[in-house]
C-alpha cells in the first residue's frame, strides 16, 4: 500500500505555531525557510526518520536503517504537502517549526505524527530597525 509506505517514510510534516500567521506573513516568512537544510527527527507508528527540506522544492528522508528516499515538498494556503513515489501527504502548516519543540499532527492520510526540528536558520536581521538609544 503506497499510503503506508508514505507514512513509514515520514511524509507529512507537522508544523504549528502559536504565532498568528498574518503575524509571520508581516516579518516575511517565507513557509519552510526556517528548516531549509536542517535535520527533522519524524515519529510515526514509534519509527523515527530524519527528513531534510532542500531549496527548491527537493526534499530528502534518511529511515532509522540509512535508505535515503528523495521526494518534493510545497508550502502555500497553510498547508505543508510532501510526495514521495507518487504519493502526496499534507498537513496543517501555519508557522514555522522551533529548533527543540516538538509538534504532533495528523496528517492528510490518517497518520499522528511528532516532527522536532534539530536546527533552524536563522532569521534575516530585520531592515529599518532603530538603533539602542545611549550607546
Known sequence: MK???LV??????ALTSS??????????????SEVIGQPILVTTNGVTNTVYLDPAGQLRITTP??????GTWTAANGQMCLGAGGVQECVPYSGP???GQPVTVTSSCGAS????????NQAPPSQGAAPERGR
Open 65 to 70: 536503517g540509512g535508505s535515503t528516499v528523495n
Open 8 to 13: 513509514r517514510a515520514g511524509l507529512g510534516l
Open 113 to 120: 505524527e511528532t516532527w522536532l526540528a534539530q536546527a533552524t
Open 97 to 99: 517549526l522551533r529548533a
Open 3 to 5: 499510503t503506508g509506505i
Open 19 to 32: 504565532l498568528p500567521a498574518a503575524a509571520m506573513a508581516q516579518a516575511g516568512w517565507t513557509p519552510g
